[in-house]
């Protein structure tokens, strides 16, 4: 005989206690990892084990639940155990005013529904309440090519420890948040140390003369075994003979890389130019087309 609704709903209670039993038990393992972090100088948040974890989960899932809605879950979990690691974490939101929901609904894609978010209008501003410690992490819109005052050229500056880094790019697991708003993207920025996950983008600052020409940057990093993804300089006045560009790269490429200063040796041909490593993101795999691959495969 079939099982009835009421039967199928006590399997379900069932499992039910069994998740909160399981989530329980993970957040007491949480506290006692950032006890341990906090023992060994780890850095709380790692973005490269995350997408490892996800990643692995994606390979393994199957049956009827999206792939999409396991990453959603998984990631409000991560979320609240990072808040429980970090009591004072804090996030701060860069977002003109009348794209404010689209910013809120990628934040809260990453950092989960119960993360307190503060909003600014100026990136400028989000990168000092980073640096002053104001704030953990801030999510800032996509680079902007020939922009006036660029937020990204402000990553680095005198003083090392508070120095900056691009951790996440968001929407987490999409190139952008719907196929009708492509342009939305958003980058995650704190004070991390960028480490490899093992598909990774990075992002260079390259101080260089005027009168390298980007074609020439594509060609050098190509000579050194990467691609060049993208490239956003800022807007050169007048009477300027260097120039800054911040480019996006096919690879990991960590401080005290090679890399960096072989990449300045073949664009510049004296001393002066400057290429440091400004963080990345780790690549997570693409949901955005689920629906219709599923669709595809059952026609």
């Given at each position: 005989m079939a099982d009835t609704i009421q039967d199928i709903r006590k399997e379900i209670d069932s499992v039910d206690r069994q998740i909160h039993d399981l989530l329980m038990k993970r957040a007491d393992l949480v506290i006692?990892?950032?006890?341990?972090?906090?023992?060994?100088?780890?850095?709380?948040?790692?973005?490269?084990?995350?997408?490892?974890?996800?990643?692995?989960?994606m390979e393994r899932h199957n049956g009827?639940?999206?792939?999409?809605?396991?990453?959603?879950?998984?990631?409000?979990?991560?979320?609240?155990?990072?808040?429980?690691?970090?009591?004072?974490?804090?996030?701060?939101?860069?977002?003109?005013?009348?794209?404010?929901?689209?910013?809120?609904?990628?934040?809260?894609?990453?950092?989960?529904?119960?993360m307190t978010l503060q909003y600014v209008s100026n990136p400028l501003m989000a990168i000092s309440m980073l640096r002053d410690g104001e704030a953990s992490f801030a999510v800032l819109p996509w680079p902007e090519d020939e922009a006036e005052n660029p937020w990204?050229?402000?990553?680095?500056?005198?003083?090392?420890?508070?120095?900056?880094?691009?951790?996440?790019?968001?929407?987490?697991g999409n190139r952008s948040v719907s196929k009708a708003l492509p342009e939305y993207r958003s980058l995650v920025v704190g004070k991390l140390k960028f480490s490899e996950s093992g598909d990774d983008h990075s992002f260079l600052l390259l101080d260089v003369d005027q009168e390298v020409s980007r074609a020439r940057i594509v060609d050098k990093i190509k000579a050194l075994g990467m691609t060049a993804i993208s490239i956003y300089s800022r807007r050169v006045h007048s009477g300027h003979n260097r120039n800054l560009h911040l480019v996006e790269v096919n690879s990991f490429i960590g401080d005290g890389?090679?890399?960096?200063?072989?990449?300045?040796?073949?664009?510049?041909?004296?001393?002066?130019?400057?290429?440091?490593?400004?963080?990345?993101?780790?690549?997570?795999?693409?949901?955005?087309?689920?629906?219709?691959?599923?669709?595809?495969k059952s026609a």
């Amino acid at each position: 005989m079939a099982d009835t609704i009421q039967d199928i709903r006590k399997e379900i209670d069932s499992v039910d206690r069994q998740i909160h039993d399981l989530l329980m038990k993970r957040a007491d393992l949480v506290i006692r990892a950032g006890e341990e972090k906090k023992n060994l100088g780890i850095q709380m948040i790692q973005p490269d084990r995350e997408a490892m974890v996800i990643r692995s989960l994606m390979e393994r899932h199957n049956g009827p639940l999206q792939k999409s809605a396991v990453v959603r879950i998984w990631r409000e979990m991560v979320s609240a155990a990072a808040i429980l690691q970090m009591p004072g974490m804090k996030v701060v939101v860069c977002a003109p005013d009348q794209e404010t929901q689209v910013y809120n609904d990628m934040a809260r894609g990453y950092f989960g529904g119960v993360m307190t978010l503060q909003y600014v209008s100026n990136p400028l501003m989000a990168i000092s309440m980073l640096r002053d410690g104001e704030a953990s992490f801030a999510v800032l819109p996509w680079p902007e090519d020939e922009a006036e005052n660029p937020w990204w050229a402000y990553l680095s500056g005198d003083d090392p420890e508070k120095d900056l880094r691009i951790m996440v790019r968001l929407p987490y697991g999409n190139r952008s948040v719907s196929k009708a708003l492509p342009e939305y993207r958003s980058l995650v920025v704190g004070k991390l140390k960028f480490s490899e996950s093992g598909d990774d983008h990075s992002f260079l600052l390259l101080d260089v003369d005027q009168e390298v020409s980007r074609a020439r940057i594509v060609d050098k990093i190509k000579a050194l075994g990467m691609t060049a993804i993208s490239i956003y300089s800022r807007r050169v006045h007048s009477g300027h003979n260097r120039n800054l560009h911040l480019v996006e790269v096919n690879s990991f490429i960590g401080d005290g890389d090679p890399r960096l200063h072989q990449l300045v040796e073949r664009l510049e041909n004296a001393e002066g130019g400057k290429c440091l490593a400004m963080g990345g993101f780790p690549l997570i795999p693409s949901l955005l087309d689920e629906a219709a691959n599923k669709k595809r495969k059952s026609a």
